[in-house]
């Protein structure tokens, strides 16, 4: 199976193999998949039997090679044929397996062919955005609050708080306040490598806003931009919230634009995925803090010796 590099420009021709996907973690967004390459990690693809075969190459860290589950509208891959690519493909692992994938086929000869592991930092965070809009009830009370110190603060309005898409114009300023949100949080770009790649997935996905069809929101107090965010369409219910960046200087304004996200990106879709916590225990507060709807198990899919 011979693998080429996936690129903003190869969007157009593999966008429908994800046209009805049902896959529910993030990792599945063609447009997600494009903007995290960098010098590290290289998402490759490959067309075989008119399904999308999608390899992660990294550069130095071998050991973390993988495989996502093939993309095909309308069929699902038996454990049998998943261990048939995998020999093919020459990469033994798959990563971002959904859990309701391996609810699906227990016991369908998929612990014989793999070893299937639990990765608990990858799973992701699903909300009903009715409930991110509203913030209704005694659950987000304490959100409601800050939204309003926020509002009486920085009251909508010529010269104070304006929203709006992200314009090809509006890009560079986006990209310095990309830097300045990393220096507020004192990360070091050049030395934090998780802090840098998600920087670089960042800066091209706003470099490839239009190109990559990403939703976009920004957020400017006196003209200053303070706040932005990214989203693409995951499955036909559920949009994926990728990059939102907002300054932690001022008090209330995360928990304004994250409403206003769920308000304005995806308004018609029933569900938001906000991604994974990683690991990191203060953001896995924050998004538990939202009360989400459920949670999308992450596995491993291991290949076994024959």
Not at 51 to 57: F, G, K, N, R, T
Not at 90 to 118: A, M, Q, S
Not at 278 to 286: D, Q, R, T, Y
Request: glycine letters at 6%; proline letters at 6%; hydrophobic letters at 35%.
């Amino acid at each position: 199976m011979k693998f080429s590099p996936i690129t903003p420009s190869d969007y157009p021709s593999l966008k429908p193999f994800f046209e009805g996907q049902s896959y529910r973690l993030c990792s599945y967004s063609l447009s997600s998949i494009i903007v995290w390459n960098n010098d590290v990690y290289h998402p490759c693809g490959a067309v075989d039997d008119g399904s999308l075969i999608i390899c992660a190459d990294f550069a130095t860290h071998k050991e973390r090679n993988h495989l996502l589950l093939p993309i095909s509208p309308g069929r699902e891959y038996t454990p049998e044929e998943l261990a048939e690519i995998s020999r093919g493909a020459g990469c033994t692992r798959y990563w971002f397996v959904p859990g309701d994938y391996i609810e699906r086929h227990h016991g369908n000869r998929l612990e014989e062919l793999f070893r299937v592991e639990r990765q608990e930092e990858y799973d992701d965070y699903v909300y009903r955005t009715e409930d991110l809009a509203t913030l209704a009830g005694r659950n987000y009370s304490k959100k409601r609050n800050l939204i309003k110190q926020f509002e009486r603060e920085y009251p909508e309005g010529p010269g104070n708080v304006s929203m709006k898409h992200i314009s090809p114009e509006d890009i560079p300023r986006c990209l310095e306040f990309l830097d300045r949100w990393c220096e507020e949080r004192g990360g070091d770009v050049d030395r934090d490598e998780d802090l840098a790649c998600e920087w670089h997935a960042t800066r091209n996905a706003l470099k490839n806003l239009e190109a990559l069809e990403f939703r976009s929101l920004m957020l400017s107090i006196n003209g200053e931009i303070e706040a932005f965010a990214l989203a693409s369409q995951l499955t036909d219910a559920m949009s994926a919230l990728h990059f939102q960046k907002a300054s932690a200087q001022i008090k209330g304004l995360y928990q304004f634009f994250d409403r206003e996200c769920a308000r304005r990106l995806f308004p018609e879709l029933e569900f938001i995925n906000k991604e994974s916590d990683m690991g990191i225990p203060g953001l896995a507060h924050v998004k538990k803090s939202y009360c989400p709807e459920v949670m999308i198990p992450s596995y491993k899919l291991i290949l076994r010796e024959k």
